[in-house]
Each structure stands twice: as structure tokens, then as C-alpha cells.
């Protein structure tokens, strides 16, 4: 009953910027840290940007440090991730994902992703 869905990915010129969300449901979002992370072609998917269930703490991969920001309504279940200054190298699939434990085990969730493409 876990549910992740992410939108807002298409196709955007470098330099530009792309908003995605992520609307969550099946858990206690308000209570629960939240994690983007993004898979290229041909690389292992990587943590892109974290943030605490009240929102209040945000951690991102060197590689999107000063131009994304990752945030969060907890009242409308949604995270969202905004980069800027999009470079080629960001082309990738953005997942949304949590980390809860369930069933007594810690078990990981995942959207199915949005596809991000820097291209000229």
C-alpha cells in the first residue's frame, strides 16, 4: 500500500531547470525522512538530496550542491525537487524513495521515476 509516484521530468536545454514531485501515500509521511535518488544510463543510481520529516534539515550530492533544493509539504504528502543550471550529466531517472520498516524488516520504496534529459 506503499505508493510513490514522481512527475514534473522532461526534456530541458542545459542551463535551465525542472521541478519534480513526488506524491506519497501509505505511510506517515509528516513522521517519515525522505530521499531522491537518480539512475544514467550505464551508472549505479546514486542519492541525489535527503531531507528530514519536518523538513527543517537537507543533505545533496556534491554534484547538484548550490543549485537544487529539496522540499516538502508534509499537509499535501508531496516532496519535491527543484536543480537548476541543468548540465548534460544530470540526465537521468529521478526516483523518489523511502526507507520504512515494515513487516519487521527495514525495507527500501520506490516511484517508478521520471525521466530528466539535458539536451541541446
Known amino acids: 500500500q506503499v505508493q510513490l509516484v514522481e512527475s514534473g521530468g522532461g526534456l530541458v536545454q542545459p542551463g535551465g531547470s525542472v521541478r519534480l514531485s513526488c506524491a506519497a501515500s501509505?505511510?506517515?509521511?509528516?513522521?517519515?525522512?525522505m530521499s531522491w535518488y537518480r539512475q544514467a544510463p550505464g551508472k549505479e543510481r546514486e542519492l541525489v538530496a535527503g531531507?528530514?520529516?519536518?523538513?527543517?534539515?537537507?543533505n545533496y550530492v556534491d554534484s547538484v550542491k548550490g543549485r537544487s533544493t529539496i522540499s516538502r509539504d508534509n499537509a499535501k504528502n508531496m516532496m519535491y525537487l527543484q536543480i537548476n543550471s541543468l548540465k548534460p550529466e544530470d540526465t537521468a531517472v529521478y526516483y523518489c524513495?523511502?526507507?520504512?520498516?515494515?513487516?519487521?524488516?527495514?525495507?527500501?520504496?520506490w516511484g517508478q521515476g521520471t525521466q530528466v534529459t539535458v539536451s541541446s
Open positions: 524513495n523511502v526507507r520504512l520498516g515494515r513487516f519487521g524488516i527495514l525495507r527500501e520504496y
Open positions: 531531507i528530514t520529516s519536518a523538513g527543517d534539515t537537507t
Open positions: 501509505g505511510f506517515t509521511f509528516s513522521s517519515t525522512p
